[in-house]
């Protein structure tokens, strides 16, 4: 194996891990502390029955308001519009691919809680958060895309 596939394979373990799996990771814990209503965070208290979660309230703090109805989608999006740049690389588009998949499975998301067929309420501002964190990906990937070439 060449030095250079060496210090690329590294590089795009550095990427995933700091793009990817980290922002997932601190969205996964906030998900947590902050959405007590979710059935998904209740399945994992009932696992966890000896830990007592925190009780957040968030509706009387406009931060904390703002990170449990919008940061989550910001933070997907960015994670995943980053996984999709890891996945589609060689393709002679990739940024257009990041920036446009995260925001279109969020707007579908959007539009099947808008007619009730999946659980939720209906925000145009999930798509806008998810809009700003695939953006930031994408300038991300610009970065490092100048970076390594």
């Given at each position: 194996m060449k030095t250079g596939t060496v210090t690329k394979k590294k590089s795009l373990i550095t990427y995933s891990i700091a793009f990817v799996i980290i922002p997932m990771?601190?969205?996964?814990?906030?998900?947590?502390?902050?959405?007590?209503?979710?059935?998904?965070?209740?399945?994992?208290?009932?696992?966890?029955?000896?830990?007592?979660?925190?009780?957040?309230?968030?509706?009387?703090?406009?931060l904390l308001r703002f990170i449990r109805y919008y940061a989550f989608d910001f933070i997907w999006a960015f994670a995943m519009t980053n996984a999709l740049f890891i996945v589609v690389n060689n393709n002679t588009k990739p940024i257009l691919i990041c920036l446009t998949i995260p925001v279109a499975l969020g707007g579908a998301m959007e539009i099947l809680q808008l007619l009730g067929i999946a659980q939720g309420t209906s925000d145009i501002l999930d798509?806008?958060?998810?809009?700003?964190g695939s953006t930031l990906g994408v300038i991300i990937i610009n970065y490092f895309r100048r970076l390594y070439t």
């Open positions: 990771l601190i969205g996964a814990i906030l998900y947590y502390i902050f959405c007590s209503d979710v059935w998904f965070v209740k399945m994992i208290d009932g696992c966890l029955w000896q830990i007592k979660r925190p009780s957040v309230d968030v509706l009387s703090n406009p798509v806008v958060a998810e809009g700003l």
